[in-house]
Nanobody
Framework: QVQPVESGGGLVQAGGSLRLSCAAS????????MGWFRQAPGKEREFVAA????????YYADSVKGRFTISRDNAKNTVYLQMNSLKPEDTAVYYC??????????????????WGQGTQVTVSS
């Protein structure tokens, strides 16, 4: 069964840090670009960051650039999202997703093939 599984969410004060992990199984992880998305209550799912299959290229939403870092370890079939200087507006359910079309880095959710169940991140002011 193809299933990315996120972990690492929680409650943190503004200015704090969290590290999300996404462990993938059921597909050849190193053949996929990976992305992180988030969805706040009453809002559409939005792109956060993406990383190329080999880790060589990363891509960020403007709202998180300079604060979040995406990385991956293909030996562990895991992608990470290090989140620093968190703000209350970062509060959302965070999802990881896999994109088999590795030729380009994409930010559109509908282009991704496999999704995790999400992990809640809450930032208090």
């Amino acid at each position: 069964q193809v299933q990315p599984v996120e972990s690492g969410g929680g409650l943190v004060q503004a200015g704090g840090s969290l590290r999300l992990s996404c462990a993938a199984s059921g597909f050849t992880f190193s053949n996929y670009n990976m992305g992180w998305f988030r969805q706040a209550p009453g809002k559409e799912r939005e792109f956060v960051a993406a990383i190329r299959w080999n880790g060589g290229v990363t891509y960020y939403a403007d709202s998180v650039k300079g604060r979040f870092t995406i990385s991956r370890d293909n030996a562990k079939n895991t992608v990470y999202l290090q989140m620093n200087s968190l703000k209350p507006e970062d509060t959302a359910v965070y999802y990881c997703a896999a994109d088999r079309s590795i030729a380009t880095m994409r930010r559109e959710a509908q282009e991704y093939d496999y999704w995790g169940q999400g992990t809640q991140v809450t930032v208090s002011s």
